[in-house]
């Protein structure tokens, strides 16, 4: 696939384009992620009608046209090969308009688009079981990654550095229902949170848990007045306080000077997660995250089963909820075939994991020649090639190495059916 | 809030293409889908519906099991209530905001060549993008041309209507209800409005406070 008339290209720009955080960086031998910056992918206006700054996010969601300037328009694109991300199953006019504006009006050197998954496994996996094991170099083999973002959570089997397609499974619960359920909890029970995104989303981050036992935990928040979970969350005023605080309810409201404003966070820290193994709760026909995985896991080939489930890996920002390995192994477990071993690791930072799987690609040189498009190859070829030549590699999934065959068959299939 | 994506029935012969709200057919006007159903097909109309019922609501696609194997008879439909509350939870913003952008972040204006153009001038939303593209999927599914050989699950995609989740199987009309006003089981309803609740205590803040409907 790589050219050998493309030209070295000196730098690697990796890009995991979110629907709430951009996640955008150089790739170098020794970047960390602190490397990395994270930009919010929205448009936002504040109380005082100031355009893209303020606190009070009333944010709209663009399709990256905007923020995806930012970082491009400070390197030189044409030494630059771009590693960009998209959602697994994008409708294709979309992808097309991608392609279009990476080459013709930023004219990067090369471009390589994928899902994110595709990019996690380019990460050290064996790290995240085995501390200590020797790194390594090339994709993962096999490994079910779990991406758990701001619109949906995705299963992805991931098998030989490609997305196994029929196993590709979604809920429609993201990191934005769950703030937007505990903002409808909040506003029922206590204070009228629904203008309050942001605030509301800082509390999800602050406290929310994932229970290994929701119905305990519900009978403990009902039955006990002092109990562990009920805490209380000062909200910020945004003028002494700027940030609000969590912390143990107070046995007497200060009186005096003047009150805060405080929410009391009872079972709402583990009910509004909960949605990810219920999305019935809110109302979705949908079944819960340890169900998708297994039919996920059952839709591939036998012989991948014991690996895939030995190899969970959760990104995206809801991986940053607390016992979720945990609640996710003890439903997984008794669900496995008898022989497997269920597995699950976190990555230290899951936000970012996937982009530093994309470093690890863009330093990785043969893997990238292979993996890369060249901008003179697009002029001429074009769009329709490119979209081929893209779906082609994720065509080469078990049979590593043939890519350029099996891209030619599926491209003639594709031919074959009209509409 | 999603657009009716309609099916034309599709033989060999009359390619079609279909988008959110028109499509391109090389049929005669008085065979489209636009002139009046003669009244001896119904059973085409009733397959026809069902089709349309399980492409047009994308993100509670509940026929996406059924569909796959052919039997689209079974239609679980969502009550208006929970369609309501589905989207307001999908939604960014609780008031519907229009953010102006006033200008480009660099002097130059975008636009270097006809495709990008094109591109930046397109009204098309997020929204049409993803009906367009569930229709051109199902259309490729039922057009009897399409034979993906030998069918590969690695690689051939399901599409986004048919990788979401499948509705629970067991006992799928009751779902665990919780209390308006604690959270805790609700147990019972209120009995004017039918909202769930768990005790007694709760049941006199939510006549108080928050019960809409009055006899």
Redesign the interface.
Known sequence: MGKASAPRLPNVLVMDNGAHTIKAGYATRNTDPSDCTAIPNC???SRDRR?YVGRQL????D?G??VF??PV?KCDAKSTTLILTEA??A????QT?MD??VF??YEFGAYYRCPASQLVVWNDIGQLFNPGTTLQHNAAECVLVVDSGYSFTHVIPV?NG?S?????????VGG??LT??L???FS??QLNM??E?YIVNEIKESCCYISKDPRRD?DI??RMKRNSIVKEYVLPDYKSLHKGILRERLEKVPQGKEAEQTLVV???RF?APELLF??????????GLP??IM?SVN??PEEYRPLLLANIVLVGGNAMLQGLKERLEAELVPMAPENCIVRIGIPEDPIKYAWQGGVALGNNKTALEQHRIARADYLEHG?TWLAKKMAGQ??A??QAGASSG?ASS?NK?RR???? | MYPTVELLPNSGKT???GASSWYYSNAPPSQSVSAMPKPEDLRARKAKTAAVASITAP??A?TAASASDGTSDVV?K?DPA?VR??N????????D??????AP??GRK????Q??RR??A?Q?T?QN??S??IA?HE??LQ?P??K??PYD????????VR???????TN?TR??R?C??????GTIGCLRCGVRL?SGECEATHKEA?CTRRF
């Open positions: 448009i936002a206006r355009v009333e944010s709209c969601k399709f046209s905007i300037r930012q328009e697994p199953n409708p294709t006019p979309l308009n279009q504006i013709e009006e098998i490609k196994f397609q029929a196993g590709i499974r979604r809920i429609d934005k229902v937007n359920y903002k409808e909890m029922i029970r629904m203008d995104t519900l928040c009902k009872g079972n709402e009910m219920h999305p019935g709760d809110v109302g979705y026909r949908q079944t169900d998708i039919k839709s591939t769009s994720s065509l999934a078990v099996v599926s299939r074959s059916s009209p509409g | 390619g079609t293409t993100s509670f509940t679980v969502l929970t509350r589905i307001e939870l999908e939604k960014v913003n609780w008031h905001v229009q953010i102006k952008i006033e972040f660099s975008p636009g270097k060549t495709n990008v591109v930046l397109s098309k997020f993008h993803l367009d593209d051109n259309l490729q057009n041309l399409y993906p050989d699950p690695a690689t051939t995609p399901l599409g986004y990788s979401v989740a499948e509705p629970p199987s799928a779902y665990r919780f308006e006003i604690c959270g805790y089981w768990c928050r």
